[in-house]
């Protein structure tokens, strides 16, 4: 038999390991901008056309190549920065694999421009389908100009499973902040279809932080900075107030690289025990610097996953540094003992503090975790700590009952139809109309009926109602939206316009009447009618942090996520009285729905008591 195992042609070879390199435009972007940092660019324009997906260029003024050596950045696994097997353990570089550049050409048309300051003049290269088109002398600035056009030209399957402009631009703006944060030291530009959407200039991190996140953040950040023998903690944590109900704006950083770690958020969540919400998420942009062969970054092709050779010390590393500066600024809660004169009488007010419990409060390793530097050294295992009787539950990702409350008005409409239960056969339950319904707790509604009473949970019902209503928007039945007499302007940040362009078009079906209103601007002309006015700005900021953080085991669609999020933002909450008029409508309406027994996310809405069970609780 003849064989059959033979090597792939180069240009299959590349378009298969791009497929881990190269994604989607936002990891293109990724590469390049890192390529431009390691090349010890000062200044750094990315620009954009189509999301990405017609062109992508970034241009820098770093050291450039020479002829030979811009030929052999497209080479795989071709290299400046890896010599032999120990250069993998001291990497301090973005890149080192030699991956990118051989992907980007693979799967997209690519022209590079690139001059040595000590050259006359520069080179020019153009690529495609890992194919030298050209190569030629060209006059160029000193530095290097990549552009990759026509993304996925060549795998029409791949491009066909690329989102939404918006979307794609989404995510080129994460890869795009990630970096810029890194290097603040840097000057930054992206250019988007012909406009401006960042100029980020030089200066300290604050300023850079303060630039991408938001001139309101400036007075809510506390300096974090611990330095040790092991390693070194710096950056910023916000105050309790900079706190969202969603993980918003959390960077960590290891040797300058981004990177996703569950286990160093949780570090970070317990120093802010007891100053937060437990359904609250703090603010951090923190960088980590440690020598390089205690981490291994190669465990992942988007180098986002790394590995540390001692996570335990990383951990109370992180927690008592964020802890320490939390304390160090006074970021604790206060009491104005003015306000009631009755705390004046308690013991721990009216006894003096004698040197004997100072001494005794002052050799707590409580007292030392806060008032020391260095601090980490001091840190306890929790079971010997004097905060062991705190609670310290582990923090659970947002879930759809922490949203803010938003007011809504009920309007009487909808007939008692027949339950459908699951995995149950249809019953009937009939409302016993000459009964009045009760509200108790605020929260709850018992209406009568004819075999016992139902106990119904306003806020579940009211997303049931919500969501069904919604969801007959999207078959062609619009919500009705009543325009308002005093526009609410709203301004975002870049990542967060990009998402709501994104998601504009269904907001539209939804009663939200949102223009575009220049770069980041929006301007909100109307609300659902039964809507309550003057809780847009903040309804529609909600729903980006929630959209983006939206946590679940199903993957649903753009649509659904959002008619979820308003429903669930829109629901009664708990601690609202009702009318009895208003508890009417709700209980009309939940039973008008097709499926009036679970809420969108298959909570009950009712619990049913029939009257035989009651009768045998008390004996009968």
Same mark, same amino acid.
């Given at each position: 038999m003849p064989d059959i195992i033979q090597l792939l042609p180069d240009n299959i070879a590349n378009q298969i390991a791009a497929g881990e390199v190269i994604q989607r435009p936002a990891s293109a972007v990724k590469e390049l901008l890192e390529n431009a940092v390691d090349a010890a660019a000062t200044e750094i324009k990315l620009i954009i056309n189509d999301a990405?997906? =017609?062109?992508?260029?970034?241009?820098?003024?770093?050291?450039?190549?020479s002829e030979t050596d811009a030929r052999m950045a497209f080479e795989r696994h071709a290299t400046s920065k890896?010599?032999?097997?120990?250069?993998?353990?001291?990497?301090?570089?973005?890149g080192f694999r030699g991956e990118a550049l051989a992907s980007i050409a693979a799967v997209a048309q690519v022209e590079l421009k690139t001059k040595k300051a000590e050259d006359e003049t520069g080179t020019y290269i153009e690529i495609e389908n890992s194919i030298v088109k050209k190569q030629e002398p060209i006059a160029s600035a000193n530095g290097t100009s990549i552009a990759m056009k026509n993304l996925f030209f060549n795998v029409p399957a791949r491009r066909n499973f690329l989102k939404s402009n918006a979307a794609e631009m989404r995510h080129i703006i994460d890869e795009f902040i990630r970096v810029a944060l890194s290097f603040p030291e840097i000057f930054f530009s992206v250019i988007s279809n012909g406009q401006e959407i960042f100029h980020l200039e030089k200066g300290t991190l604050k300023q850079r932080i303060v630039q991408i996140l938001g001139d309101n953040l400036n007075p809510k950040l506390v300096s974090v900075q611990e330095d040790t023998d092991y390693m070194n903690i710096y950056g910023f944590v916000g105050k309790p107030e900079a706190s969202k109900k969603t993980r918003g704006d959390q960077c960590f950083f290891v040797n300058n690289r981004f990177i996703k770690s569950a286990y160093l958020n949780h570090a970070v969540m317990n120093a802010y025990q007891q100053m937060i919400t437990p359904d609250s998420f703090p603010l951090y942009v923190l960088f980590i610097d440690l020598d390089p062969a205690q981490v291994d970054i190669n465990v992942h092709p988007t180098k986002q996953e790394i590995k540390f050779e001692d996570e335990k010390i990383i951990y109370a590393f992180v927690q008592a540094a964020v802890k320490h500066s939390l304390a160090q600024f006074s970021i604790t809660p206060t009491l104005d003992f003015d306000l009631d004169p009755s705390i004046q009488q308690l013991d721990a007010v009216s006894k003096p503090f004698t040197n004997e419990k100072k001494a005794e409060a002052a050799s707590t390793s409580l007292y030392k975790t806060f008032t020391q530097k260095n601090q980490a050294h001091f840190i306890e295992r929790e079971n010997k700590s004097e905060l062991k009787h705190w609670r310290s539950d582990e923090r659970l990702p947002m879930s759809e009952d922490r949203l803010p409350t938003s007011n809504i008005k009920l309007e009487l409409s909808g007939n008692i139809q027949q339950q459908s239960t699951i995995g149950q056969r249809p019953t009937t339950i009939e409302l016993q109309e000459d009964k009045s319904l009760t509200q108790i707790h605020n929260t709850y509604i018992i209406a009568a009926t004819n075999r016992g009473f139902i106990l119904i949970n306003q806020q579940s019902a009211h997303e049931r109602v919500l969501y069904e209503r919604y969801i007959a928007a999207a078959n062609g039945k619009p919500v009705a939206a009543q325009r308002s007499l005093f526009p609410i302007t709203l301004q975002l940040s870049a990542q967060d316009a990009a998402l709501l362009n994104d998601l504009i078009n269904e907001l539209n079906e939804l009663g939200y009447?949102?223009?575009p209103f220049g770069k980041e601007t929006f301007?909100?002309?109307?609300?659902? =009618?039964?809507?309550?006015?003057?809780?847009?700005?903040?309804?529609?900021e909600n729903l980006l942090e929630q959209f983006k953080?939206?946590?679940?085991?199903?993957?649903?669609s753009k649509r659904e996520k959002i008619t979820r999020l308003l429903s669930w933002q829109h629901a009664i909450?708990?601690?609202? =009285?009702?009318?009895?008029?208003e508890m009417k409508t709700l209980v009309e309406e939940l039973f008008a729905c097709a499926q009036p027994n679970i809420t969108p996310n298959s909570k009950p809405t009712y619990i049913e008591f029939k009257k035989d069970y009651l009768e045998t609780l008390f004996g009968k």
């Amino acid at each position: 038999m003849p064989d059959i195992i033979q090597l792939l042609p180069d240009n299959i070879a590349n378009q298969i390991a791009a497929g881990e390199v190269i994604q989607r435009p936002a990891s293109a972007v990724k590469e390049l901008l890192e390529n431009a940092v390691d090349a010890a660019a000062t200044e750094i324009k990315l620009i954009i056309n189509d999301a990405g997906k =017609a062109l992508i260029q970034v241009i820098d003024n770093g050291k450039g190549m020479s002829e030979t050596d811009a030929r052999m950045a497209f080479e795989r696994h071709a290299t400046s920065k890896i010599k032999n097997i120990e250069d993998l353990f001291r990497i301090k570089t973005m890149g080192f694999r030699g991956e990118a550049l051989a992907s980007i050409a693979a799967v997209a048309q690519v022209e590079l421009k690139t001059k040595k300051a000590e050259d006359e003049t520069g080179t020019y290269i153009e690529i495609e389908n890992s194919i030298v088109k050209k190569q030629e002398p060209i006059a160029s600035a000193n530095g290097t100009s990549i552009a990759m056009k026509n993304l996925f030209f060549n795998v029409p399957a791949r491009r066909n499973f690329l989102k939404s402009n918006a979307a794609e631009m989404r995510h080129i703006i994460d890869e795009f902040i990630r970096v810029a944060l890194s290097f603040p030291e840097i000057f930054f530009s992206v250019i988007s279809n012909g406009q401006e959407i960042f100029h980020l200039e030089k200066g300290t991190l604050k300023q850079r932080i303060v630039q991408i996140l938001g001139d309101n953040l400036n007075p809510k950040l506390v300096s974090v900075q611990e330095d040790t023998d092991y390693m070194n903690i710096y950056g910023f944590v916000g105050k309790p107030e900079a706190s969202k109900k969603t993980r918003g704006d959390q960077c960590f950083f290891v040797n300058n690289r981004f990177i996703k770690s569950a286990y160093l958020n949780h570090a970070v969540m317990n120093a802010y025990q007891q100053m937060i919400t437990p359904d609250s998420f703090p603010l951090y942009v923190l960088f980590i610097d440690l020598d390089p062969a205690q981490v291994d970054i190669n465990v992942h092709p988007t180098k986002q996953e790394i590995k540390f050779e001692d996570e335990k010390i990383i951990y109370a590393f992180v927690q008592a540094a964020v802890k320490h500066s939390l304390a160090q600024f006074s970021i604790t809660p206060t009491l104005d003992f003015d306000l009631d004169p009755s705390i004046q009488q308690l013991d721990a007010v009216s006894k003096p503090f004698t040197n004997e419990k100072k001494a005794e409060a002052a050799s707590t390793s409580l007292y030392k975790t806060f008032t020391q530097k260095n601090q980490a050294h001091f840190i306890e295992r929790e079971n010997k700590s004097e905060l062991k009787h705190w609670r310290s539950d582990e923090r659970l990702p947002m879930s759809e009952d922490r949203l803010p409350t938003s007011n809504i008005k009920l309007e009487l409409s909808g007939n008692i139809q027949q339950q459908s239960t699951i995995g149950q056969r249809p019953t009937t339950i009939e409302l016993q109309e000459d009964k009045s319904l009760t509200q108790i707790h605020n929260t709850y509604i018992i209406a009568a009926t004819n075999r016992g009473f139902i106990l119904i949970n306003q806020q579940s019902a009211h997303e049931r109602v919500l969501y069904e209503r919604y969801i007959a928007a999207a078959n062609g039945k619009p919500v009705a939206a009543q325009r308002s007499l005093f526009p609410i302007t709203l301004q975002l940040s870049a990542q967060d316009a990009a998402l709501l362009n994104d998601l504009i078009n269904e907001l539209n079906e939804l009663g939200y009447l949102i223009e575009p209103f220049g770069k980041e601007t929006f301007i909100i002309q109307g609300t659902p =009618a039964d809507v309550l006015q003057g809780n847009e700005k903040s309804t529609i900021e909600n729903l980006l942090e929630q959209f983006k953080h939206f946590s679940s085991d199903i993957k649903f669609s753009k649509r659904e996520k959002i008619t979820r999020l308003l429903s669930w933002q829109h629901a009664i909450k708990p601690g609202t =009285a009702l009318t009895e008029k208003e508890m009417k409508t709700l209980v009309e309406e939940l039973f008008a729905c097709a499926q009036p027994n679970i809420t969108p996310n298959s909570k009950p809405t009712y619990i049913e008591f029939k009257k035989d069970y009651l009768e045998t609780l008390f004996g009968k």
